[in-house]
């Protein structure tokens, strides 16, 4: 009984919030203007099922689309769409096609604008779009350098380039893979920034400091992946993933620093440390290692490449690889397996969920994209293989453990946790 409540509620949410997609695609397609779409089909610049969408993020009437180059024939990694657009609209190159596009055969880049290879980006609070570049090119077949990996900071009212940091060789190693950033800003705009960028091939944190424009490389125990949660079996492809630190999440400020919720991608834990820590470049290893909490465990087949966080209902919502779905989580509450449930799933419309975000009208959004099919086995592109998908964060924590807890239930958490 319990079960069929539970389905029910599951596709009661879906039908309601989120079918159908706001945007679909069977293929990605582009908004060519200084390059024909033929020209570019035959020199291989474009290879149109070699372009999967893997991170997402709004401003305003834009939706941000990042494309890794994990194969060859991506025209441009960072690309947008408008809201108000149809459901299939092709992709624009960011900031122009000018200085996104790079070509098959590029052995570097043009534009100090230019984003050869990004995961996941970060709008921040002073309508700022912050990148993190790991500058290289078909990194499934045969990885090459073509651009230094860097961090870019564009001015989302002009369009324009306003920073561009490339890391030292210190701060980076061979395996560096480098999947999004997340921005803590300083007082009000124009402001000193500290960004925190997941390196998931190193297992590392890498901190950036916009003021001083200066960058360092934590370490830490807790940034590996669990053994226990490398498997994984997604769209009938089973893989095995030892993939590190990937998600940082930051709380709203305390006393002038933020709570840094992080996970492993292959993981069900989550961790929590202060921000205060980590802005310290000489920070002594032993003092991070404890001062990291575990905070609990989200259950079996809880991996989750993206978080993000409900800065109204303090609810962080996860990506659910292995469930094809979404599960949420109350800050305020414990971390218990009943205390994280999967809110959302479908087979169909959530096969691999690659990102989430929440925007600043507190919706989430949702990438799915097939991950596992693209890059272990084929994509069909006579379906819909990549989906957007949007809900109120307030419409899909309704009536689930999700949803903010009575005075009553705050005061007995709180005995229970003193
Ligand atoms: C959609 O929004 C863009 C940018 O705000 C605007 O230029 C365009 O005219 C709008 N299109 C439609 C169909 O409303
Ligand atoms: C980018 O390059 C342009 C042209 O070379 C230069 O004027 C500009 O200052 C550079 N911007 C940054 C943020 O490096
Ligand atoms: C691809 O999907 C179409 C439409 O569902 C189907 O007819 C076709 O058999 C599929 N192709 C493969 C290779 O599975």
Not at 129 to 145: I, K, S, Y
Not at 160 to 173: A, P
Not at 385 to 400: Q, V, Y
Request: a neutral charge.
């Amino acid at each position: 009984m319990k079960l069929l409540w539970f389905v029910l509620v599951t596709i009661v949410h879906l039908s309601v919030t989120l079918v159908p997609p706001e945007f679909q695609w069977k293929a990605v397609d582009f908004a060519w203007k200084f390059n024909t779409r033929e020209a570019a089909v035959s020199s291989g610049d474009y290879i149109p099922e070699n372009n999967m969408p893997a991170g997402i993020a709004r401003w305003h009437d834009k939706l941000f689309i990042t494309i890794p180059r994990w194969k060859e024939g991506i025209p441009s990694s960072l690309n947008y769409i408008f809201l108000n657009g149809s459901q299939s609209q092709p992709l624009n190159p960011y900031p122009s096609w000018e200085h996104a596009f790079v070509s098959r055969k590029a052995r570097r880049t043009r534009s100090n604008s230019t984003v050869v290879s990004a995961f996941r980006v970060h709008v921040d609070s002073c309508d700022r779009l912050w990148v993190v570049d790991n500058g290289v090119a078909d990194m499934l077949t045969n990885v090459r350098q073509v651009g230094a990996p860097a961090i870019l900071v564009f001015d989302l009212h002009e369009n324009k380039l306003l920073h561009r940091h490339e890391f030292n060789d210190d701060v980076l190693k061979e395996s560096s893979v480098l999947t999004g950033i997340v921005v803590e800003n300083l007082g009000p705009c124009p402001c000193d920034s500290f960004a925190y960028i997941p390196d998931m091939g190193s297992n590392a944190l890498i901190v950036y400091n916009l003021e001083q424009n200066d960058a360092w490389r934590i370490e830490n125990q807790y940034f590996h992946f669990d053994p226990h949660s490398s498997v994984y079996n997604v769209g009938g492809v089973e893989f095995y993933w030892n993939d590190g630190i990937s998600t940082a999440v930051l709380s709203p400020p305390r006393k002038g620093h933020r709570d840094i919720y992080f996970h492993p991608t292959s993981s069900t834990k989550q961790f929590r440390v202060s921000s205060k820590l980590l802005k310290d470049k000489n920070i002594p290893r032993e003092v991070l290692f404890g001062a990291v909490e575990v905070i609990g465990d989200r259950g079996p087949l809880s991996q989750a490449t993206a978080a993000d966080l409900d800065l109204v209902h303090n609810v962080m919502f996860y990506s659910q690889l292995s469930r094809n779905g979404i599960s949420c989580w109350n800050t305020e509450k414990a971390m218990t397996k009943e205390n994280v449930p999967l809110i959302l799933s479908d087979c169909v419309l959530l096969e691999f969920p690659n990102d989430v975000k929440i925007d600043h009208e507190n919706n989430l959004w949702i990438l799915s994209n097939r991950q596992s099919r693209f890059l272990y086995d084929t994509l069909n592109h006579s379906v819909v293989n990549f989906r957007i998908l949007k809900a109120p964060a307030s419409t899909l924590i309704k009536g689930t453990p999700c949803e903010k807890m009575s005075p009553i239930q705050k005061a007995i958490s709180f005995i229970k946790n003193t």
